[in-house]
């Protein structure tokens, strides 16, 4: 009786023992799955940041071009002011230091 009483003890102990290495073994497959399901999030939280960034700064490269483009032409516009302001001058120059050589050694 004694016998059985131990030997019924040694199998719920050796039970005991199968349940607890089968629960520790799905407890790291948990871990397992909830470490590569956050990794997974992780990726897709950074590739969702990464997405709007881009379209962020298309959005601020487009004003930012919409903001240039003005001054751009009127730059141009300044430029091609001064150019045809220096060739006009240009030209009164020649002809000024044309007379004072001609005026000079006296060939008019």
């Not at 909830?34 to 992780?42: G, I, K, Q, R, S």
């Not at 300044?78 to 006009?88: G, K, S, V």
């Amino acid at each position: 009786m004694l016998g059985d009483v131990i030997k019924d003890i040694r199998a719920a102990e050796e039970k005991a023992a199968t349940i607890k290495a089968e629960a520790q073994a799905e407890a790291r497959r948990i871990v397992r799955e909830a470490e590569l399901a956050a990794v997974e999030t992780v990726e897709q939280a950074v590739a969702a940041a990464e997405a709007a960034g881009r379209r962020r700064l298309a959005a601020l490269e487009e004003e930012r071009e919409g903001l240039v483009a003005p001054i751009r032409e009127r730059t141009a516009a300044e430029i091609e002011q001064l150019r045809a302001a220096a060739l006009a001058k240009q030209e009164a120059a020649i002809t000024m230091v044309m007379e004072r050589i001609v005026k000079s050694y006296g060939y008019s």
